[in-house]
């Protein structure tokens, strides 16, 4: 990782929502709204997108944890924006604090925990399991 990976930076990533995103498509029982678990996975990645930069060579990251709240309904069709702040870099782990809106609202908070790994040991512990 790089010098530059230090609390305080920041990322902004804006994403269309539409139909994969609904969450009749977790459980058809359910309005046909943007979904939770599709939020989630839009948090990890904008603060994904900020630290890959910062990465050394075989490096990636790994989410760890979150804390999430879901505030609003998007209806399908709307805009979405997340805004991911790194707050504390300790050691290989990384916090952020991340919020999510749509056009209207605040849709969405999340404290959310990456971990820097080596990629090859990753992969190679994870083929291990697979072979068990």
């Not at 530059?4 to 709204?33: C, W």
């Not at 890959?52 to 760890?64: A, M, N, S, W």
Request: net charge negative.
């Amino acid at each position: 990782m790089t010098e530059a990976l230090k609390a305080g930076i920041t990322h902004e990533m804006e994403r269309e929502t539409d139909e994969e995103m609904s969450a009749q498509k977790v459980f058809p029982h359910v309005p046909n709204v943007y979904a939770t678990s599709v939020m989630v996975g839009h948090m990890e990645a904008v603060c994904a997108e900020m630290v890959h930069p910062h990465l050394g060579e075989g490096e990636q990251t790994v989410g760890i944890g979150m804390q999430f709240s879901h505030i609003a309904a998007t209806p399908l069709g709307m805009k979405v924006r997340f805004n991911a702040k790194l707050i504390e870099v300790d050691g290989r782990k990384l916090v952020f604090e991340v919020e999510g809106f749509d056009e209207a609202d605040k849709i969405g908070k999340a404290t959310h925990q990456r971990f820097i790994i080596n990629a090859e040991k990753f992969n190679s512990n994870v083929a291990k399991k697979a072979a068990t």
